[in-house]
């Protein structure tokens, strides 16, 4: 059980670059979140997968956001336009077929916004 | 108002002591998990309830449904216990969590 990853772990970027973020779910897992955590506050919600389809999206994912998951598998979350209230980390996590209220999450990825 | 709120905001502990984190919800909920979360940023989760109690180790977690709160407890606590403890609720079709802000935990040797 390879768990849930996340690459990178850490990003510096300056504001106004795109920044791609990528998420491997646990093999066979057909439920994917994204979570957003600023500091000092918990996780929100940001959007869910299940198998290739994006079937929610939070209000917080601006037209900036995009996330994709085309084949099923691992996932990408890309930011375009970096602004300084980007910065937070941002979690993937998944969940297997039938069990979808056991989350696995993964390490996240640090993103500051300079 | 947060749909899922915790008390206390920060807890400074003992070694040994005995510890409640509480939690208390305002929607209609599948599922609520009991979250860890240490400095770095991973996340594990403790418990998953939709009633009754779970024990594992020296932890146990508690919901009560009717009066929307659940509680963790920590026996016998120790500094490895020091870490932010998130309750997050399964809400709405998609299962999606809505979290508490967090309590972070310092346990003192």
């Known amino acids: 059980d390879t768990g849930v990853s996340q690459d990178p772990r850490h990003k510096i970027t300056k504001r106004g670059q795109n920044v791609t973020f990528r998420c491997d779910p646990i093999?066979?897992?057909?439920?994917l979140y994204w979570y957003r955590q600023t500091l000092g506050q918990g996780p929100e919600f940001l959007t869910y997968?299940?198998?290739?389809?994006?079937?929610?999206k939070s209000r917080l994912l601006s037209d900036r956001f995009s996330a994709e998951r085309p084949k099923g598998s691992f996932s990408t979350l890309e930011i375009q336009r970096t602004e300084q209230g980007d910065s937070a980390m941002y979690l993937c996590?998944?969940?297997?077929?039938?069990?979808?209220?056991?989350?696995?999450f993964g390490p996240g990825t640090r993103l500051t916004v300079l | 108002k947060n749909e899922v709120e915790q008390s206390p905001q920060n807890l400074t502990a003992q070694e040994g002591e005995f510890i409640t984190i509480n939690c208390s919800y305002s929607?209609?909920?599948?599922?609520l998990h009991w979250l860890q979360q240490h400095p770095g940023g991973g996340i594990v989760s403790l418990f998953m309830?939709?009633?009754g109690k779970k024990k594992h180790g020296r932890l146990i977690a508690t919901i009560n449904i009717q009066e929307k709160h659940s509680s963790l407890h920590i026996t016998a606590s120790h500094p490895r216990d020091s870490a932010v403890y998130i309750c997050?609720?399964?809400?709405?079709?998609?299962?999606?969590?809505?979290f508490g802000k967090g309590i972070t935990l310092s346990v003192r040797p």
């Open positions: 997968f299940q198998n290739e389809a994006q079937l929610e």
């Open positions: 996590a998944s969940s297997p077929s039938g069990r979808a209220y056991e989350q696995f």
């Open positions: 093999s066979e897992h057909n439920r």
């Open positions: 929607v209609g909920i599948s599922a």
């Open positions: 309830l939709s009633s």
């Open positions: 997050a609720a399964h809400t709405g079709a998609n299962s999606k969590l809505t």
